[in-house]
């Protein structure tokens, strides 16, 4: 099957500090790079991008206060030291995902818990996992989404994905699709 779908691949973005400076913003002092999804636009990335956009959006919400939201069927022990490296001492609102995770162990598939998953505490503001059913939205149809959200108050900024948050979604040989927008906090 031919395919005219273009990968796109990560190019270094100007400083965020840089442009946010000419623009008078909050973000001026962040000091980070960001690779620029809206300058991007939407389409189709390499696993190892989107891992690197989510963290960088995690970081730059977590700067400027967001409350964080994070939404996957499916996360392991690399996609949480992700989030925590990112978040630091900042704490998220809610994960919604599946309990228990899927882990391949030697060939074999087996149940993982949350609660053993998260054995290093501090990424929620509440001790409690919030579990997402990704269920039948009518006969023979499912839902499956994935995003992380920052909810500020003005605006909820959302970065829609494909890729799981696990480690085979963040390889660079992974293509999944990616969508930045915005809603109103109401919308959301």
Not at 81 to 87: G, S, V
Not at 108 to 130: A, N, Q, T, W
Request: aromatic letters at 8%; one cysteine or more.
């Amino acid at each position: 099957m031919a395919s005219n779908a273009q990968v796109k691949k990560k190019t270094p973005s100007p400083a965020l500090g840089a442009q946010a400076a000419e623009a008078d913003d909050p973000t001026a002092d962040l000091g980070f790079d960001m690779l620029a999804i809206s300058d991007e636009g939407p389409g189709l990335y390499c696993g190892d991008d989107i891992e690197t956009m989510i963290s960088n959006l995690l970081k730059e919400w977590c700067s400027l206060g967001a409350d964080i939201y994070i939404v996957t069927p499916f996360i392991d022990e690399v996609g949480l030291r992700m989030i925590k490296e990112a978040i630091g001492d900042h704490k998220i609102e809610a994960l919604y995902t599946r309990d228990p995770q899927k882990e391949w162990v030697d060939g074999c598939k087996r149940d993982v818990s949350l609660e053993y998953m998260m054995k290093e505490p501090g990424i929620l503001k509440r001790g409690d996992v919030s579990k997402l059913r990704v269920g039948l939205v009518s006969e023979g149809l499912y839902f499956h989404c994935k995003f992380i959200a920052a909810r500020f108050s003005n605006r909820v900024e959302i970065l829609l994905t494909s890729a799981n948050l696990i480690s085979t979604h963040f390889r660079k040989q992974q293509i999944e699709s990616v969508l930045r927008c915005t809603a109103t906090p109401e919308e959301f």
